[in-house]
């Protein structure tokens, strides 16, 4: 074989050929006794501003779900109110009628159940965005 190095090329292990020193940095023309600091501090905060106008538009998320829900129950108890006339009227037809009276009450409980749980994560984002705020500070008990 040839005194050539053999180079191989893996995923995670590279080997430089060269190691080159880092080029020196100067950040000012004056040297290091003469140099002049500063005592200000900057603070940026819009990380918590950030924040809460992402638990602002949670919460508004939330609440446009809760009114869903409250629509979708209101809408299915009164199709099941309906059904319920339709059985009595038609009694050709009353089982088919008293089915669907039950299936609509159970849309109208699980719709219900769906916008009682959003109006807890609704509270949850609310709680959130003003802790993020610092208007609220979490309380245990």
């Known amino acids: 074989m040839s005194d050539e190095k053999h180079h191989h090329h893996h995923l995670f292990h590279h080997h430089k050929e060269e190691e080159q020193p880092a080029e020196e940095v100067y950040y000012s023309q004056q040297p290091v006794e003469e140099a002049v600091y500063s005592e200000t501090t900057v603070i940026a905060d819009d990380s918590a501003s950030d924040e ?20 979708g129950a209101i809408a299915a108890g009164a199709f099941a109110l ?53 208007k609220k500070h979490h309380h245990l008990f």
């Open 82 to 134: 309906y059904e319920k006339h339709e059985a009595k009227k038609d009694p050709e037809h009353a089982h088919r009628h008293k089915i669907e009276e039950e299936v609509a009450a159970a849309v109208a409980v699980g719709s219900g159940g769906f916008a009682f749980h959003e109006h807890h994560e609704k509270k949850e984002a609310k709680e959130d965005a003003e802790e993020a705020s610092g």
């Open 52 to 71: 809460y106008e992402k638990y602002q538009k949670e919460e508004k998320q939330h609440k446009h779900k809760q009114h869903l829900g409250e629509a």
